[in-house]
């Protein structure tokens, strides 16, 4: 009866072991850490804007098609396009006023060479008939002074006829100059205007300038991502194609932790979205000046950029896990201590003021003090108590009672 009852003892004993979680004891190199949380960015983005178009065509534009965010393009694609209706009108406009002008400019020209072959033809009349009152001059020698006289003055009036007529043809021809050039810049302009509508509409047609993925940015108006059948103005910002052959990590960190941030300390980084998928990276940039955390925000904290720098040779453009505006967890490597002993600072507990923890031992749980070193945020160094792969509980391992009190007191 008495061995019955002690084999029910351990028992019970064991089953009160077993419901302790324990963990190990664990030797190696410490890592002095900073958790930060922060934002996957490209350190080369192309930034696409809505096309640059005169006022004739509109106060903005309206988007007719806008490409899937996330979307992966190769350079050439098409992004976007915008409503075309007020350039086409503008086509057909210019259009219409150039052929009218042209047609315009062909009769001008024919009206011109009318008017002149009349004028040509006055003047040769003109010069003929000084010709004939010269020779009739010529031959009146022996007639009377006032016959000779009469014809002096017929020859003087022709030569006067003549010259008017010569004259009358210069200003003609510098009128008609005149006029064609005016016609011609009237032409000249219909055309700049017609190439330029036509120059619109490709432009209305945006593409990607390289790959990339495609990442639609905020309206402001809306505070939402652009979409089909907004209206925008011209030059108007709407989507990044970020580079992603080389990729980084803006972080803010705040003014208590920024003195332990140097650039060139190693990053342990996981996207929040793919816990298991674990990226190293390197503090490439800690700013001198301290900014708002938000704009409603009178916190400081200083920008830090982490570039990413693994996995080796590996092509990020083919990781569908790390994309930019990916939210990521970093863990900054303050310092190494190499060849520590450190636990859980969950298997930490204090007794009477002291630090201390339960050694788990073939009885049960053995109290136990320790001298503690550095901490980071999920372990601390234990300088003297504790080896490497002792059991350690995780928690209180004696019931809250009298009797477990003896039975602690019993274990040690």
Known sequence: ????????????QKNKDLEIPVTEVRQGTFYIDLYEEGDVQSTQSRIVS??????RYGNNLKIATLIEDGSAVEEGDTLMTFDATE??????????RLELSYAELEKMKAQHENS???????????????????????????????????????????EISLQQAEEQIENTRRT?????????????????????????????????????IVMIRTNYSTQAKYQEGESVWSGQQMIELP??????????????DISKV???????????????????????MVANLAVNKSNNSKIKVFPVEVLITSPV????TKDPELMPGLTVSCRIIVDEIPDQIFIPQTALFQENGKDVVYVKTASGFRTKEVELGQRNTDYVIVKSGLKAKEQLALMYPYPRTEEAKNEKEAAE
């Open 262 to 284: 140097k650039k060139g300390l190693k990053v342990m980084i996981r996207p929040d979205a793919f816990a298991d998928s674990t990226y190293w990276g390197e503090v490439q």
């Open 243 to 256: 580079n992603l052959r080389e990729l980084k990590v803006n972080l803010k960190v705040n003014e208590v």
């Open 50 to 55: 809505s096309p640059d178009i005169s006022w």
């Open 116 to 158: 002149l072959e009349g004028q040509i033809s006055d003047f040769e009349v003109s010069k003929i008939s000084l010709e004939i009152t010269r020779l009739n001059l010529e031959s009146a020698q022996y007639e009377a002074d006032i016959t000779r006289q009469e014809i002096q003055l017929s020859l003087e009036q022709a």
């Open 1 to 12: 009866m008495l061995c019955l009852l002690w084999m029910m003892s351990c028992g019970s």
């Open 87 to 96: 350039v086409r009108k503008a086509i057909v406009d210019a259009q219409q």
């Open 313 to 316: 040779n590996q092509d990020l």
């Open 176 to 212: 008609q100059k005149e006029e064609r050039y005016q016609k011609e810049l009237s032409i000249h302009q219909s055309e700049k205007e017609l190439q330029d509508a036509n120059s619109t509409l490709e432009k209305l047609v945006v593409k990607a300038p390289s790959a990339g």
